[in-house]
């Protein structure tokens, strides 16, 4: 549905795309016979505003529900579609698909505007305050916060932790780690996920764990202010700079807040540097009963990819036990 312009920010701080434009052209795709109804819909835009991310292209694919029948001598739910005209915040994943769509007025779009530089996950409270979404992790603070590198930074009111970003040379990339073996019934994407094509289906299984890669696609060195590593080992602080968003809120990884002395990850030009990640170690997630898809947005600064898998109770369960007493989620 078309949210309204309180929520702006809320659904902004969680995309890794997003962007103000004006909806030039609609048009109207399927709508299922299901209670509500799912419109589809074609929609065309121009004057577009990246605020994260960018994408080619003013076309994109959107769907919704439309209005209930209601209960009996009740109005019918009034459902907003989105019009010709209007100026909306569009967020996305990496896709040409909208996922949100938030109509905004003036006011709104120079408050966006000017709030878009800062990571994802983070706000701004009603007094200016930047507030992280590490507040809500299972270590809230970390002795590196207080580090004298940080004095000029902006932190977090709630945590201290400094507002750290990704430059745009850096590119933030995940794939699925494939698993050793299947079971049809109790797996049946492997561990994970599956794609299909047509009636063909391609398998790639994997255990919950996904392979990060960060890549400078620059032709000089660049400093990368969110990716930490330990001051004297120079070991990278994966843990300590990466954290997960779902739909049920944000989730870290257990090897965080240990680190005492930090810096910037520089990468040569054209330099990859990767890790693997056991998903199945987050904490602070509900996870599913019976079967269910999972979407992981992996969050470095201001940059974010997602990655997804099938999570099936019977199977997942004991392996995610194992994964809870892990003091690291990183899969040697």
Known sequence: MVFSKEQAFTHLVQAPIAFIGTITEIIPGISTRSLPPINHYRLKLENLRFLRGSLAGIEFSYQQHGASLGQPNLPLEVVKEPAVGVTYLACLNNDQHINVLVELDNNTIEQLLQSTKIPLGWTKN?????????????TKKAKWYG??????SNKCAKTGRPLLMTPDDITLSCQPVPATHTNEYKNPDGDGIRF?????????????IFKLTVTNNSNHPVEIP?????SHSKRILWEESVFVITDAGNHF???????????????EPEQSVSVQLDTLALHGLAWPQGGWRLHLQFCLGDKGVE??????????????????????????
Not at 197 to 206: A, G, L, N, Q, V
Request: no cysteine; net charge positive; aromatic share 16%.
């Open 126 to 138: 009603s007094n200016g305050k930047y507030e992280s979404p590490w507040q809500h992790s299972h």
């Open 147 to 152: 580090h004298q590198r940080f004095a000029d």
């Open 196 to 208: 299909s094509r047509t009636f063909i289906y391609f398998d790639f299984y994997i255990l919950g």
């Open 226 to 230: 969110a990716l930490l590593r330990d």
């Open 253 to 267: 990884f257990p090897g965080h807040g240990q680190a005492r002395d930090v810096e910037p990850v520089e990468l």
């Open 307 to 332: 990655g997804n898998y099938y999570y099936f109770t019977n199977h997942h369960e004991p392996l995610r036990k194992k994964s809870a007493k892990k003091k690291t989620a990183i899969v040697d």
